[in-house]
Antibody, heavy 122, light 107 residues
Framework: QVQLVESGGGLVKPGGSLRLSCAAS????????MTWIRQAPGKGLEWVSH????????NYADSVKGRFTISRDNAKNSVYLQLDSLRAEDTAVYYC???????????????WGQGTLVTVSS | SYDLTQPPSVSVSPGQTASITCSGD??????VSWYQQKPGQSPVLVMY???KRPSGIPERFSGSNSGNTATLTISGTQPMDEADYFC??????????FGTGTKVTVL
């Protein structure tokens, strides 16, 4: 069965850095784009970034562009999110999600991890 | 930026039909998906590409998308359907945008 397990969250001061990891299993990792989505406490969902199967294509939300970096290691079935220059408004649960393969495009997220909480506070 | 607006809350009696709307400029030109999120849990995909149900999602969930409104309909709503629901639109230019979310209460 598909499993996505995030790790690396925690408490960090404004301006600090964190690296989130997501270990995938139960499917052919190299067939899927992978995505990070976040949810601030009590708020809605916000797409953060995704990465193509080979890692050659990466896209970011405007709110994190230039501060966050997504990467993947296909040999380890893992995807990562490096969070730099963190701000209070980056406080959220960060979910790793598998992008669904559809003929029309990479248009949805069919499996989600349990999430990892990032808290940015002094 | 592109915005998707949902009603904050929808109430429905057990066995009745709940309709959750997702409004956005020409959202009918994009593909819409829907996610169910219960308290303390991760979101679950319940509809994609406007009208397609993932494996394991009950037939009482259906979707439509036209013009400026996408709709998720739950027919014969059950108490287990009580949750937050988020729409999400995709196109190759805008990429991914989530709606504001709707709390469905089954009274």
């Amino acid at each position: 069965q598909v499993q996505l397990v995030e790790s690396g969250g925690g408490l960090v001061k404004p301006g600090g850095s964190l690296r989130l990891s997501c270990a995938a299993s139960g499917f052919t990792f190299t067939n899927h784009f992978m995505t990070w989505i976040r949810q601030a406490p009590g708020k809605g969902l916000e797409w953060v970034s995704h990465i193509s199967t080979s890692g050659s294509t990466k896209n970011y939300a405007d709110s994190v562009k230039g501060r966050f970096t997504i990467s993947r290691d296909n040999a380890k079935n893992s995807v990562y999110l490096q969070l730099d220059s963190l701000r209070a408004e980056d406080t959220a649960v960060y979910y790793c999600a598998r992008t669904l393969i559809a003929a029309a495009g990479n248009l949805a997220f069919d499996f989600w991890g349990q999430g990892t909480l990032v808290t940015v506070s002094s | 930026s592109y915005d998707l607006t949902q009603p904050p809350s929808v109430s429905v009696s057990p066995g009745q039909t709940a309709s959750i709307t997702c409004s956005g400029d020409k959202v009918g030109h994009k593909y819409v998906s829907w996610y169910q999120q219960k308290p303390g849990q991760s979101p679950v995909l319940v509809m994609y590409q406007d009208t397609k149900r993932p494996s394991g999602i009950p037939e009482r969930f259906s979707g439509s998308n036209s013009g400026n409104t996408a709709t998720l309909t739950i027919s014969g709503t059950q108490p287990m359907d009580e949750a937050d629901y988020f729409c999400q639109a995709w196109d190759s230019n805008t990429l991914y945008v989530f709606g504001t979310g709707t709390k469905v209460t089954v009274l």
